[in-house]
């Protein structure tokens, strides 16, 4: 396939995941030392719910809820909670003007049922990535796996003494994919993450006694 293809087919991919009301995945994360690493340093699970505008997504210990009229982020490990005015969730959308600048280099192969997009990126700029992957489904333009080649460096040393400095590859596999998934109204429920007492609010649920920061007082 010509270079132009990726276009097409990254647009495709933006106007499926726009055209579906509800969608749930879960995701598996691996991170390498180095790009070309085959030791996995860390790995955690991840989950995603949408129904609209609405999302909920786990990532590890901590929790995000984008919700009509407010946004959440829950940190287990750090049993803190933070409550902010309402935001988007850009991170589960296809921006291909952000995708494609840049760009100085992208092809697209087929692999079995899977199409194989790679975009390669200049050095300079400010694109966090020298390279992305993308494994995507031939039959419904929905993401299997996506790979993200970070240009910095990050200190992978487990002694305070020294560094260990490498560029990170960080690997997300999707899988359990549902694109007609059934109402899952509780995960944005309001209150099963934080009560209201005469104008006090409290974490609740599986927040009880967490600390709560609340963004929205200036």
């Known amino acids: 396939m010509f270079a132009q293809d990726v276009d097409v087919v990254l647009k495709k991919i933006k106007e499926k995941y726009a055209s579906l009301e509800k969608v749930e995945y879960t995701t598996h994360y691996q991170l390498f030392k180095g790009h070309n690493g085959t030791q996995v340093k860390d790995s955690y699970e991840g989950y995603v719910y949408r129904n609209g505008k609405s999302v909920y997504q786990k990532i590890g210990e901590t929790e995000f809820v984008y919700g009509a009229d407010y946004y959440l982020h829950i940190s287990h490990k750090e049993k803190a909670l933070v409550l902010d005015l309402a935001q988007q969730n850009i991170n589960l959308e296809i921006d291909l003007k952000q995708a494609l600048q840049g760009c100085k280099n992208k092809t697209i192969e087929e692999e079995g049922n899977h199409y194989i997009i790679q975009l390669e990126y200049q050095d300079y700029g400010n694109h966090p990535y020298s390279k992305i992957r ?68 409290n974490p609740s649920g599986d927040c009880v006694g967490y600390e709560l920061i609340d963004n929205r007082v200036k």
């Open 134 to 201: 993308m494994k995507v489904r031939k039959s419904d333009y929905l993401l299997s796996n996506l790979g993200l080649y970070y240009k910095g460096s990050q200190d992978f040393s487990n002694d305070r003494n020294k560094t260990d400095y490498a560029q990170p590859y960080l690997n997300i596999e999707f899988s359990k994919i549902s694109t007609k998934p059934r109402d899952k109204k509780e995960l944005f429920e309001f209150s099963n993450y934080i009560s209201s007492n005469n104008g006090m609010l």
